[in-house]
T-cell receptor, first 115, second 115 residues
């Protein structure tokens, strides 16, 4: 398997623009997670899905952020409008099941820079 | 609330030196504990885990013991290699059954090993 695939690897945009990050989890995995990594705050869980249903979105910073998982093989994280403080590395991860200590498999991340 | 505290880096060692990266946690209940490793330009990978007190997780020469009395999960390796250079994250899951949907990460400790 190719692992968790994220695109794009790098995104540079201007403040106010819409940004869409994409993730393809490992085939057969039932849970998908979106994390944000910054120097100041470290790794933060934004949202996670189980069987395509959002389970916990309490980490989503504000209404500008939204995430969808229309099917088992694809998820998006959208920021609209983007702001400079959104600059970070965004990771997608998947696991077989979120309930039973299954390990997370992370993608390589999307480096987002908002100017 | 639940939290993880790691020693701040960076940590610089010579090859074959002994490594300790301290990690302490605050949690209610009985969390599972994890160490993840992030190599340059990649996503995080699970290194080892322990699910109950006095368990020892081990992998690739790394070890960590779940110490409930000291609320610690220190990472150790007897002889580091240049290839161990990476950022190491301590984490805990506080969900029922060790759900990784509630995985809480420390800030990470960067390790550099010199030949």
């Amino acid at each position: 398997d190719a692992g968790v695939i994220q695109s794009p690897r790098h995104e540079v945009t201007e403040m106010g623009q819409e940004v869409t990050l994409r993730c393809k989890p490992i085939s057969g995995h039932n849970s998908l997670f979106w994390y944000r990594q910054t120097m100041m705050r470290g790794l933060e869980l934004l949202i996670y899905f189980n069987n395509n249903v959002p389970i916990d979105d309490s980490g989503m910073p504000e209404d500008r952020f939204s995430a969808k998982m229309p099917n088992a093989s694809f998820s998006t994280l959208k920021i609209q409008p983007s702001e400079p403080r959104d600059s970070a590395v965004y990771f997608c991860a998947s696991s077989l099941d979120s309930q039973f200590n299954e390990k997370l498999f992370f993608g390589s991340g999307t480096q987002l820079s908002v100017l | 609330g639940n939290s993880v505290t790691q020693m701040e880096g960076p940590v610089t060692l010579s090859e074959e030196a002994f490594l300790t990266i301290n990690c302490t946690y605050t949690a209610t209940g009985y969390p599972s504990l994890f160490w993840y490793v992030q190599y340059p330009g990649e996503g995080l990978q699970l290194l080892l885990k322990a699910t109950k007190a006095d368990d020892k997780g081990s992998n690739k020469g790394f070890e960590a013991t779940y110490r409930k009395e000291t609320t610690s999960f220190h990472l150790e390796k007897g002889s580091v290699q240049v290839s161990d250079s990476a950022v190491y994250f301590c984490a805990l899951s506080d969900g029922y059954g060790g759900s990784q949907g509630n995985l809480i990460f420390g800030k990470g400790t960067k390790l550099s090993v010199k030949p």
